[in-house]
């Protein structure tokens, strides 16, 4: 992508010469597409998802995936000062040369970047702009459940599961009659009719389907705009996991990236409830990879790349149901060859904590809990189901098995907060810190490493908490100082999010499309990377929202009444959105929500979208289930 003389220049060449040990070059291929993850080389290389797509498009004989980044800020400007076209990395090709392009939205801080990916590829960053020749531009992932903010840039989106979503897409982009799939010839005409016929896949949302109407909150909502627009689009879901292709042979960097080492997803979805997580809604219900599979995934994995250590991934790790076995059988096939396995997941209790000490054979790492808030109140209110006497317990058992550095996780600026449940968060800590002095003997206590992250809650689309505002920046700033205060140990650290981004991406996660011109007009003014702190500019944000008529902290701390029809309505996540409205009810009260492989179904509405959810049991191990309406 940047000649030699330039890879020079920029920091870390690595991240622009492609070539890696793995890689996968098809030339011949009858469609090709650019998997683009719009943040550094460094992330995206991390990323499962990126990954998994990689191998499913290259497993067919007919068509190509390459990877595309966003370079760093230093390639950048060199790229602008000498006209060079963002590309591939696998065969150098212009991005606006590829027939697709894909784009991963993982985070709502990437949207300026998805605008710099756009731009340094040729193609211009309004999807109304485009013209007959450009690639069809196509995102999913997370931000993809409230597409509205990015709706102009975005020609469709994918919602939900990709593999099978993107499967289905190729076929349709090769059924398509030639004039339709030549891209140099294609008339603007032509372009539009081969979307239309794309947006025909189910879980596939097109923009362009539906017009704006004003809800009585003052938000733009958008509402078909002919008979044949669903008026919903309900995401793919993926019943079977051991059917979907999967990357034994993963790509090797040439140069250390966030997370360098194997990777293996054994589940997908959660059934705990925690009513600010998004994921674990829109990712419902639970569905698990075969053991046996697991393993020889992972053993090809380590031969295939050389990694030395092999992370477990899903929403809890210890939720597995097969979590001891698998386990078991991986400490006896990998222990002799030195290579590690972590479980980055862990549930606050003894459990987790024994499992981790199972895997840590190798080498021991830290470990990290994630309490959430400090008082009981505030965990019910979350509906995280935790009592301060688990993380003590849970903590001693580390404790006991040698563990001297611990890392808490923390929100605060949660709904229904008050300065007590903050002034928790501090006693919290402070009583793992005596558990320590009373429990370790003076060599392991020198060692001890309390690491604390607090971060403010974002209220997101598809949960319990849509409805309601972000705190205000007066109130985080207090709530910080509570939690500062509070913690004055040397071993001690506290580390705490930039209240400044959290209000922005507040703003644009439960945004319309009113957002989309003041993500522009940002960009425009220079704003790129804005989850770098380095790099994110309150000011340029500011401003962009004031030049479209918005008040960036009057939409992040918006407060939204239940019955009102939200932007991302048109999305159907699976889950009901009177069931979200029951677990703010029962929020406002403290009320639990257990479980559902526990307790039973409490009628989320999922099994209407999966048909049955098979893991939900009760206690005596029946499958008890809500009519599936």
């Not at 705990?272 to 992972?298: H, N």
């Not at 509405?605 to 893991?615: D, E, H, K, T, W």
Request: charged share 25%; proline share 6%.
């Amino acid at each position: 992508m940047l000649p030699e003389e330039l890879l020079q220049q920029v920091e870390r060449p690595a991240r622009y010469i492609g070539g890696e040990w793995n890689q996968i070059v098809k030339p011949d291929a009858d469609v090709r597409i650019a998997l683009c993850y719009p943040d550094l080389y460094d992330i995206g290389m991390s990323h499962l998802g990126l990954r998994i797509l990689y191998e499913g498009v290259n497993q067919r004989p007919d068509a190509a995936a390459e990877r595309v980044f966003l370079p760093w800020t230093d390639a950048i400007a060199l790229m602008r000062e000498h006209g060079i076209v963002l590309t591939g990395l696998e065969s150098d090709t212009p991005l606006d040369e590829f027939d697709l392009v894909g784009i991963t939205l993982q985070h709502e801080l990437t949207y300026t970047n998805i605008l710099a990916l756009l731009e340094l590829g040729r193609i211009p960053v309004l999807s109304a702009d485009r013209r007959g020749h450009h690639p069809l531009v196509i995102a999913g992932g997370p931000c993809a459940f409230n597409p509205e903010p990015i709706a102009d840039f975005i020609d469709l989106f994918v919602i939900g599961d990709g593999e099978e979503a993107l499967d289905e897409l190729l076929d349709r982009f090769l059924a398509l009659p030639e004039h339709l799939k030549d891209r140099p010839e294609r008339s603007d005409e032509m372009r539009r009719e081969a979307l239309a016929r794309l947006a025909e896949t189910p879980g596939v949302y097109m923009p362009a389907n539906y017009r704006l109407e004003q809800a009585d909150t003052g938000q733009m909502v958008p509402v078909p705009a002919a008979e044949d627009v669903p008026a919903q689009v309900t995401r793919r879901l993926s019943l079977d996991l051991d059917s979907l292709p999967y990357p034994v042979k993963p790509i090797v960097p040439f140069c250390e990236t966030v997370h360098d080492r194997a990777e293996v997803e054994i589940a997908r979805g959660c059934s705990r409830g925690c009513r600010f997580c998004q994921a674990g809604m829109v990712y419902r219900p639970v569905r698990e990879r075969d053991e046996s599979l697991l393993v020889d995934q992972i053993e090809q994995i380590a031969r295939n790349t050389g990694h030395d250590s092999v992370s477990l991934l899903s929403l809890n790790c210890p939720d597995y149901s097969e979590i001891e076995a698998l386990l078991s059988d991986l400490n006896e096939r990998l222990r002799e060859r030195r290579i590690s396995i972590g479980l980055p997941s862990l549930r606050v209790d003894t459990f987790s904590v024994a499992l981790a000490q199972s895997v840590q054979t190798v080498r021991k790492s830290g470990l990290t809990l994630a309490p959430e808030a400090g008082s009981q109140r505030m965990r019910d209110i979350i509906n995280k189901c935790v009592t301060e006497e688990d993380l003590l317990a849970t903590v001693g058992t580390a404790f006991d098995l040698g563990w001297t550095r611990l890392k808490l996780y923390f929100m605060i600026g949660l709904p229904m907060e008050t300065d007590d449940d903050v002034r928790a968060i501090p006693d919290m800590v402070n009583a793992v810190l005596h558990m320590a002095r009373g429990q370790l003997n003076r060599s392991q206590f020198g060692r001890l490493k309390i690491g604390v992250s607090v971060n403010s809650f974002v209220p997101k689309p598809h949960t319990p908490f849509q409805w309601l505002g972000h705190a205000d920046e007066e109130t985080l700033a207090a709530r910080r100082t509570i939690v500062a205060r509070g913690l004055r140990d040397r071993r001690i650290n506290v580390s705490f999010n930039n209240a400044h981004q959290s209000v922005l991406e507040a703003a644009l996660a439960r945004g319309d499309r009113r957002v989309g011109p003041a993500v522009l007009a940002a960009y425009r003014a220079g704003a790129i990377y804005d989850a770098w702190t380095e790099h994110f500019n309150l000011g340029l944000w500011s401003e962009a929202f004031d030049e479209v008529g918005l008040d960036m902290t009057a939409e992040a701390t918006r407060e939204i009444p239940v019955d009102a029809h939200l932007p991302w309505d048109v999305i159907d996540s699976g889950v009901r959105k009177s069931y979200f409205a029951d677990e703010l009810e029962r929020a406002a009260s403290a009320a639990l929500t257990p479980d559902c492989r526990l307790a039973g179904c409490h009628g989320c509405g999922i099994n209407a979208l999966a048909g049955s959810c098979p893991l939900v049991q009760d206690s005596a191990g029946d499958v008890r289930e809500a009519p599936a309406t």
